[in-house]
């Protein structure tokens, strides 16, 4: 399996035009690897995603009638990531000559992508398992597996028993999260092969003949080395690393992300909705939906998180994105905002909405934030973020490896260590400022809700 080149040749994709690909590093590593469970886990960049979907493309052209399936937490976020790099790097000539298609699912049936040998990978997110783990298969790919709770990943190694290869596989990468993450912990005890990645595995950042980093390579590692805290120990290092001092360790993805509602599926009419805004240009604009429950729990089901758009742009899409499939969302029952006096003026002026000044006092709002990521009375916290809530993804943040949305802020929320009273024991006082859009923005929202109460909205302009 050294060569996809080789595995292409007789096939109809090598009548149009040879696929090659040449694992190096760890990429070479998981190739030969027959463990039951293994994980490509190293920094951003390494090459860990393009290397296990170039080996479940290997082992569906070598093995007519096997079945894979790539997945990820949510479906919607295996289509922006992981399928683009199957289309478009892994399976391309595949997929030109017609050795590989698409066949986009049915009420039956999952979306998959159909070989002409018979072998199929089918692809989807367990936010909707029900079609994808009704079938067996020879080897699953997870990616992003820290997404996962450990629950999804024993249930993906009960559909491992299919047949049609030597070896059943379950394989995944991610970028490493907290030490104490259960993935981390599993790898640990032995039941999960762990292959740490370098950047040096990546030839398009490392030229291994001349020991040298590419043009390409130099500037995506200066890129990760301005990185700070816990991010650059996670993406430029590939360290399982925690912040110190994090504000909000009381944070469980696995807890506190939730699938309920997504792009497509929006909270019923009847619960409340709140918008909360921290504004920006050079920093980001952020602007989170959160709605309640009947039973006093908050979701934040929407976000824009975006830079270098003005006030005006960013009232237009918030407008657009309130009018669903099935209709107009309701109003907000309020809208609370960073104090900026012009901002808030002409939002109000394209929304057609009046606003509420965020209770601004940190520590008071910090705690009532903290307080909610607690489990209750019924085992539940009172705070959720669902996975699919940002809107779009901005390129720039992206590609400068900062956060994108508050979901990724929350782990390095950290105490500033300056603000420390000088009584030895006593609590921090202050946040770090850097980083901390989003986090301020759920502040707003949760002091409004929890130590203001909830403020009187109006809509002043016809729309």
């Not at 478009?88 to 998959?112: D, F, I, N, P």
Request: with cysteine; aromatic share 8%.
């Amino acid at each position: 399996m050294g060569s996809m080149a080789a595995i292409a040749r007789g096939t109809k994709a090598a009548v149009a035009r040879e696929h090659r690909y040449r694992p190096v590093g760890s990429a070479l590593e998981l190739f030969k690897c027959r463990a039951p469970e293994v994980l490509l886990s190293g920094p951003a960049g390494t090459g860990k995603s393009r290397g296990c979907l170039e080996k479940v493309h290997a082992l569906m052209l070598r093995n007519p009638g096997a079945r894979a399936l790539v997945v990820r937490k949510t479906a919607v976020s295996l289509t922006s990531t992981g399928l683009v790099t199957f289309r478009e790097h892994v399976a391309l000539e595949a997929l030109a000559a017609a050795e590989v298609k698409w066949y986009g699912g049915s009420q039956q049936e999952a979306a998959s992508y159909q070989y002409g040998n018979g072998s199929v990978i089918v692809v989807g997110g367990l936010d909707k398992a029900t079609r994808i783990m009704s079938s067996e298969y020879d080897v699953i790919y997870v990616q992003e597996a820290t997404e996962l709770t450990e629950d999804d990943w024993e249930a993906l190694t009960t559909r491992l028993r299919h047949g049609m290869i030597s070896f059943q596989q379950l394989l995944a990468d991610c970028n490493p999260d907290a030490p104490h993450h259960w993935l981390k912990r599993r790898c640990d005890r032995g039941a999960v092969e762990l292959v740490y990645c370098r950047h040096e595995d990546n030839p398009r950042l490392y030229d291994a003949a001349s020991g040298q980093w590419t043009p390409q390579g130099t500037d995506y590692m200066a890129r990760l080395g301005a990185l700070t805290g816990v991010r650059r120990e996670r993406l430029r290092f590939g360290h399982w690393a925690a912040a110190e001092g994090l504000i909000y360790d009381g944070f469980d993805p696995a807890v506190h992300f939730s699938t309920r509602f997504n792009a497509k599926s929006h909270p019923p009419n009847d619960w409340p909705r709140y918008l909360a805004i921290d504004f920006g240009y050079t920093n980001p604009f952020v602007c989170q939906w959160w709605t309640e429950d009947p039973d006093g729990r908050l979701y934040m089901y929407r976000e824009i998180y975006m830079t270098r758009r003005i006030v005006e742009d960013h009232a237009k899409q918030i407008l657009r994105l309130m009018k669903t499939q099935h209709g107009q969302e309701p109003e907000p029952s309020a809208i609370i905002c960073d104090h900026d006096a012009e901002d808030r003026a002409t939002l109000e002026r394209h929304l057609g909405m009046s606003t509420t000044a965020a209770h601004k006092d940190v520590k008071p709002g910090i705690e009532a934030v903290q307080a909610r990521l607690r489990p209750a009375g019924d085992g539940k916290p009172r705070l959720f973020i669902c996975r699919d809530a940002l809107v779009e993804r901005d390129p720039a943040l992206d590609d400068a490896k900062k956060p994108c949305c508050t979901a990724d802020e929350i782990v390095e929320y950290v105490w500033d260590p300056s603000s420390s009273p000088s009584l030895q024991g006593q609590p921090k006082e202050a946040p770090l400022k850097r980083n901390d859009h989003g986090c301020d923005c759920m502040r707003y929202l949760v002091a409004q809700r929890d130590l203001m109460g909830v403020p009187r909205f109006r809509s002043f302009y016809p729309r």
